[in-house]
């Protein structure tokens, strides 16, 4: 069997064992085993530890723990909430307001957090009940927190974005400042939307008194210390003050007080769900990580990653016909693996194929993160779907679905522009840290 025919088989029972529900971490290893077995016989297990291992002996990786901790205690605490009334405040005057304000709210806990899911939990439980009862449309109101909530994996710091500079040995630093100018212009978009439509369907600005200014300076103190947290991380990492493993343990304490001094749950029955999510959280993405390097190894011995790459090289298509192709494939796994699995899969394969077609890495990085959020809301397997449909069950699917889909379409948008203006991702990481070096 060639290594061409042989890697089809391998995608197409991978397929099949992550379609009976087996954890992505179980059937990465199972199918990496498997194959390992059947062409190289008992021997190749002989570095079957020595791999899982190597995939985790790296010191970035206590970063992940570190940010998911910092993501749980936001998660855990009324910080969305009060996010989302204090920007609801503060845009009481512009038409669709509370829809703005629920998409600011998820940039905003977005950065806090790092989860998509997370963030359409946190701002959707409020804000969709909200939303509809001052008269939003049920399609506008979830599809709104189901395209926002995406936003948690492209605004730093985002472990989409650790797992990507792991996989494929980019400055995560670098990476993090260049999400920032796509994520605000994501954001933006998503709010220009939002006003439209709400003009377009006839709703009338706000009138009458609003909240008053000490209404709405009352909240901030609660709001702005979790942004500050995340102002000093970020700050740190590109400063060159702290590591990534370094800013992140800082900022998981530092979120960990703010909840406590903050919103007073310093009981330890208040605290244990937020270390039991994290722990949860964190093992689960790091066995991904060992599993997936077992199944990029497996790859690589049978011959299957550099036969694809020779196959893909040999087409000499025009590189942006080979990157829509790219992201083709891309959107499709985003249909059916969560980022992590796809990321630490594919890098691997496409990204020395897309740096030979004079792409930057760091620039891919970005429009990666961009096909992954369109994932989230990509049925069959769109995890914020099932968050939205576990907050509002009475909204059928195909509702929010409907919603979703302008804003689908505004993240495609998105990719073309920094398609057409790479220097978007590229500027600001290259005047704070310099031009990347090779």
């Not at 061409?4 to 009976?20: C, K, N, Q, S």
């Not at 722990?279 to 011959?303: C, H, N, P, Q």
């Not at 691997?348 to 429009?367: M, R, T």
Request: proline share 7%; hydrophobic share 60%; charged share 10%.
């Amino acid at each position: 069997m060639s290594p061409l025919a042989l890697g089809a088989l391998i995608g197409l029972v991978t397929v099949l064992v992550l379609a009976t529900g087996t954890p992505v971490a179980f059937a990465l290893g199972l199918v990496a085993i498997a194959f390992l077995l059947i062409f190289e016989g008992p021997i190749a297990l002989a570095n079957l530890a020595d791999t899982l291992f190597a995939g985790l002996n790296d010191f970035t990786l206590v970063s992940i723990p570190m940010f998911v901790l910092m993501g749980a205690a936001v998660a855990a605490s009324r910080a969305g909430a009060d996010l989302y009334e204090a920007l609801a405040r503060w845009l009481w005057r512009i038409p669709g307001n509370l829809v703005v304000a629920n998409i600011g709210a998820c940039a905003l806990f977005a950065a806090l957090t790092g989860s998509s899911p997370a963030t359409c939990a946190a701002i959707g439980k409020m804000g969709i009940p909200e939303m509809r009862k001052r008269g939003f449309p049920a399609d506008l109101a979830t599809g709104a927190i189901a395209a926002g909530g995406t936003l948690g994996i492209l605004i730093p710091p985002s472990i989409t974005m650790i797992l990507y500079g792991i996989a494929s040995e980019t400055s995560i630093g670098r990476l993090f400042l260049a999400g920032i100018v796509p994520g605000l212009l994501l954001t933006g978009l998503f709010a220009l939307w939002a006003v439209a439509v709400s003009l377009w369907r006839g709703e009338k600005r706000s009138s009458g008194p609003g909240p008053s200014l000490l209404e709405r300076v009352l909240l901030l103190p609660r709001v702005l210390p979790f942004v500050a947290v995340i102002v000093g991380v970020v700050w740190a990492l590109y400063g060159g003050i702290a590591t990534p493993s370094e800013a992140a343990g800082v900022g998981a304490v530092l979120c960990l007080l703010l909840v406590v001094l903050v919103y007073r749950m310093w009981r330890p029955q208040e605290l244990w769900p937020i270390f039991e999510a994290t722990i949860r959280e964190s093992t689960m993405i790091l066995m991904i990580i060992a599993t997936s390097v077992l199944f990029g190894y497996m790859l690589s011995s049978l011959y299957v990653t550099q036969s694809i790459a020779q196959w893909i090289a040999s087409l000499e298509v025009n590189r942006w016909v080979l990157l829509f192709w790219i992201n083709i494939l891309l959107l499709v796994a985003g249909c059916f693996l969560p980022p992590a699995a796809i990321i630490l899969m594919t890098t691997p394969i496409i990204l020395p194929i897309l740096v030979n077609a004079g792409f930057d890495p760091v620039w891919f990085g970005v429009i990666l993160t961009l096909n992954m959020e369109l994932g989230l809301i990509t049925p069959p397997v769109g995890l914020n779907l099932f968050v939205i449909n576990g907050i509002a069950p009475d909204v059928p699917l195909t509702t929010v679905l409907k919603g979703a889909l302008p804003f689908m379409l505004l993240m495609v948008l998105a990719m073309v522009i920094l398609c057409i203006f790479p220097e978007l991702a590229t500027w600001l990481p290259d005047r704070l840290m310099g031009p990347r070096v090779g």
